[in-house]
């Protein structure tokens, strides 16, 4: 029987960011990864943006959270020896007089703070758009999923961690003696829950805590009138939705949100929102290579899950990353794991604490 000091399920943004943040304790970790075609770490833009929202209101936490995901996906790049995050402007159209106004009365605490420059910024070539005005936000930029995946990937083989691709049976989890067990196969001490929205099949976690939104969302390149391809070199752009450029011609476009469609994969309707978004905002014609769907894990009141979970000793959450996940969950696995393996570490912050749900006086 494997023994581990902890069992991580759930090998998405959540579960990548426990992974680093136990290895970098001395933590011996086993990993499950189901390796699902349609999740949320998968057809997300990964995109790290301070200023979000209709109202242009700063990330919760903007200043720590984004200063600790940069360095941490630095750090990454640095063993790896490829680049994880791309920083880039992001430009967003001022499409109403309300729209204006709300800008102009945040621009200057934002342009001390360093995630603006000038009051207004000259509209991207090649976009189609009406506004009088838009706006470059910097501190940001775009995750590469796949070359995070392999930088931690990397990480497990060479750190002597167990990965296993496998879909995990919550049946075979059961607790004796001090240690969880997960069958015959692992002896645990601490169990990190890092599924997303797969959580729902979780018989240890609440079923009512996490709400799950559908996104669905385009990889593709756009071609000229010869059907050939061509980079009409955009950046980051935001408009209805976001068009995300990822490198050698080709882009992400997304993504839609939806709260009743239970499916996981991708829909007709879905598809085709995108499609005028991106034709709305560019006028060229974009070929579409892969149609992508995930179920985010958000909450009701949009702030991650943290903490060991009540009624089980041991048995730990990091799930309700909503739309920000890839600033958000390093940032997030290291306040856990210092709290798991740490003595005497800070209490995880009440506004992510899972006790929250359970226990209104925490």
Same mark, same amino acid.
């Given at each position: ?9 759930g090998f998405g943004v959540a579960g990548l960011s426990a992974t680093v943040a136990a290895h970098k304790r001395g933590q011996r970790v086993a990993v499950f990864d189901a390796d699902q075609p349609y999740t949320s770490s998968r057809s997300a833009g990964a995109i790290i ?23 941490? $996906? ?20 001022? =499409? ?53 995946? =392999?930088? !931690? ?35 645990? *001490?601490? !169990? ?19 709400? =799950?939104?559908?996104?669905e969302s385009l990889i593709g390149y756009f071609v000229n009138e010869e059907s050939e391809m061509f980079d009409p070199e955009f950046p980051i752009l935001k408009k209805d939705k976001f068009l995300v450029p990822m490198g050698a011609g080709w882009y992400w476009v997304g ?35 892969? =149609? ?7 909450? $009701? ?11 089980? *000793? ?9 739309? *920000? ?15 798991? !393996? ?21």
């Open positions: 029987m494997k023994q581990v000091d902890i069992l991580i399920i943006n301070p200023i979000t929202g209709r109202k242009y209101n700063l990330s919760w936490k903007v200043e720590e959270v984004i200063s600790a995901s940069t360095a941490y $996906y630095s750090e990454l790049e640095a063993f790896t020896g490829n680049t994880i995050f791309k920083k880039q402007p992001i430009y967003r159209e001022l =499409h109403t007089i309300e729209a204006e106004n709300n800008w102009a009365a945040k621009h200057d605490t934002y342009q001390e703070l360093g995630y603006v420059q000038n009051m207004f910024a000259q509209k991207p070539a090649n976009i189609n758009s009406n506004a009088a005005n838009w706006i470059e936000i910097q501190g940001g930029g775009q995750v590469s999923y796949s070359a995070y995946r =392999h930088a !931690v990937t990397k990480l497990i083989y060479q750190g002597g961690h167990t990965y296993k691709k496998d879909e995990f049976d919550y049946s075979l989890l059961h607790t004796e003696n001090g240690w969880w067990y997960y069958g015959k196969d692992i002896a645990t *001490k601490k !169990v990190i829950f890092c599924e997303g929205s797969n959580c729902i099949n979780n018989r240890f976690i609440p079923k009512d805590i996490i709400e =799950h939104g559908k996104g993504s839609t949100l939806d709260f009743e469609d239970a499916s996981d994969e991708p829909t007709s309707q879905g598809k085709e929102i995108l499609e005028n978004a991106v034709k709305e905002m560019t006028g060229f014609r974009f070929i579409i290579k892969v =149609h992508l769907a995930g179920k985010r894990p958000t909450t $009701y009141d949009r702030r991650p899950i943290l903490g060991e979970l009540p009624n089980y *000793k041991n048995l730990f959450i990091l799930n309700g990353l909503g739309t *920000k996940g890839f600033s958000l969950a390093p940032w997030c696995a290291e306040k856990l794991l210092d709290k798991m !393996v740490v003595p005497n570490a800070a209490e995880i912050d009440k506004e992510i604490s899972i006790n929250r749900f359970v226990n209104t006086s925490a």
